[in-house]
């Protein structure tokens, strides 16, 4: 259009230029007869005439020329806006796909393995989408591939501690059997069947360990609360370790804030977590030692602590204390027996109990570990059902 | 004299339980699965039932279940090697008086057959 009108204005202001030519023309040989005195009034009238011919001339291109700049102008803004709307189009055809990406690679991230997106529209974000989905088939093949493994592992892990405990049970068995007649045996014999009971107890306590621990990642490791009196219960667990920390001249003092009130808990699972912190107190600090249980009331939590003045635990062991098989520096004494797994299940416990456990240490002035419990009544949906956690994925 | 029926599948526990038991006094019956346990009830009246959970062929617990059904009131006490014996099978519908687990701690099972047996 605009170039059709701008090749048509080219055209009339040609026209235009040669039409001025000719009046000017026109003109001029109408004022050369009046110069040679033989124009009179005609010739006169052709210089007026023409004249006026020129104004009207220019009048008539000056409105053509604004004619044709508007419709330039025009044909220009049409121009960029068709450009726009392409480009518009264009980028549209682009987000679309690249939104979807975005969108499912989010679900992907949160967990969501069975997001896709739909392969389709230009080759590139087509060939973006099918690498995408293909890259999700695989981590969701892989996943799947790992929870099987894991639900093989806990169930080995479950079937194994259960088998074992058989043959354990004949072992100790008979060994205390002998032991009943140990006025028979040799200081020798004593010695030799003591270092069997010794280490069955220590089997015994790795499979009550792993065990738990087995049962905590299958989702199965269920806790029973009922209102407990804490105090009573840390005092009782403070008299029973006693005996422990005797045998090393250690002393085991408690402090126990008077009125704490009732907590829901599961009061066993209390008592070994208790026992768990403490028995890495007596075992990890020298002989002579101090330590310390201390229970009080924290805002809305009641929090218990096992504190000692032994070695201390290096900044780089405390960043994984409460991990598996992670064990202190035992450098300082040969008591160590521990599973190695005693703070990994604590953790656990205290956390399926809805509280938090934490430790801190300074090397070379002692440790302390606390936990902290709810005093509020846990919600039925802190405690794990085997059916959810079994069918989830 | 006092008589315990021992039942467990493992020979060397049997043998263990046995001696044990013997040792403190009491008169001993073995049976190594559920079905012998049924049998061994009706021909020598013990006066306590000491089961293993787990046997193949029959329980200990459905030996117990057979037993009560048939109006049999001896106290029974069951073995398991579950650590928290509560978790895994315990049926609530049965009357047991108590559980043992593996491994055995004699000193706590040998009070608990003097108390079961003292009435």
Not at chain 1, 243 to 270: C, H, K, N, W
Not at chain 1, 370 to 392: I, K
Request: aromatic fraction near 4%; charged fraction near 25%.
């Amino acid at each position: 259009m605009a170039v059709i009108g701008v090749g048509r204005f080219i055209q009339k202001r040609q026209d235009f230029e040669d039409s001025i030519a000719r009046s000017y023309q026109v003109e001029m040989t109408a004022r050369v007869r009046i110069a040679q005195g033989f124009g009179g009034a005609g010739a006169r009238r052709v210089v007026e005439n023409q004249s006026e011919h020129r104004q009207e001339l220019r009048d008539q291109i000056s409105s053509d020329t604004r004619d044709t700049a508007i419709l330039v102008a025009a044909g220009l803004i049409a121009g960029l806006t068709g450009a726009l709307l392409l480009f518009s189009g264009l980028i549209a055809s682009l987000r679309r796909p690249l939104e979807a990406l975005v969108d499912a690679a989010g679900r992907l991230a949160s967990g969501d393995l069975s997001a896709r997106v739909e392969v389709g529209g230009l080759s590139e974000t087509a060939t973006l989408g099918a690498a995408f989905n293909e890259m999700a088939d695989q981590l969701q093949a892989e996943a799947s591939q790992r929870e099987q493994l894991d639900r093989l592992k806990d169930e080995f892990v479950l079937t194994a501690s259960h088998e074992l405990r058989s043959p354990l049970t004949s072992v100790q068995g008979f060994a205390e059997l002998l032991m009943l007649e140990r006025d028979t045996l040799t200081p020798k014999q004593v010695e030799t069947v003591e270092i069997i009971l010794d280490n069955c107890r220590h089997l015994v306590r790795l499979l009550n360990d792993l065990l738990d621990l087995a049962r905590s990642d299958a989702g199965r490791l269920a806790i029973r609360m009922r209102p407990t009196e804490l105090a009573p219960l840390v005092d009782e667990v403070v008299r029973t370790m006693r005996a422990q920390t005797a045998a090393a001249d250690q002393t085991l003092e408690e402090d126990l804030e008077a009125g704490i009130p009732t907590v829901s808990v599961e009061p066993d699972r209390i008592r070994q977590i208790l026992v768990n912190l403490i028995t890495n107190a007596h075992e990890y600090s020298p002989e002579g030692a101090s330590i310390w249980v201390r229970s009080r009331v924290v805002g809305d939590e009641v929090e218990i602590s096992v504190t000692d003045d032994g070695p201390g635990i290096p900044e780089n062991q405390l960043d994984h204390i409460f991990e598996r098989f992670v064990r202190g520096d035992a450098g300082l004494t040969q008591r160590v027996g521990g599973t190695g797994l005693g703070l990994a299940i604590s953790k656990s416990l205290v956390e399926l109990h809805g509280g938090t456990i934490e430790a801190d240490s300074t090397p070379g002035e002692g440790s302390t570990f606390r936990f902290r419990l709810p005093l509020r009544p846990l919600a039925e949906s802190a405690q794990p059902s085997p059916a959810t956690v079994d069918s989830s994925p | 004299m006092t008589m315990v029926l021992v039942a467990d599948d493992s020979e060397t526990i049997l043998l263990l339980m046995r001696t044990r038991l013997e040792l403190a006094g009491y008169e001993v019956t073995t049976a190594s699965d559920g079905q012998e346990v049924v049998d061994r009830v009706a021909e020598r009246e013990p006066d306590l039932l000491l089961l293993d959970a787990m046997m193949p062929r029959k329980s200990g617990i459905d030996a117990l279940r057979e037993l009560r059904a048939g109006g049999c009131e001896v106290p029974a006490l069951i073995v398991s090697a579950h650590q928290n014996p509560n978790d895994a099978d315990a049926p609530t519908d049965l009357e047991i008086d108590g559980f043992v687990t593996k491994p055995i701690d004699f000193d706590h099972l040998l009070s608990s057959v003097a108390d079961l047996t003292a009435s």
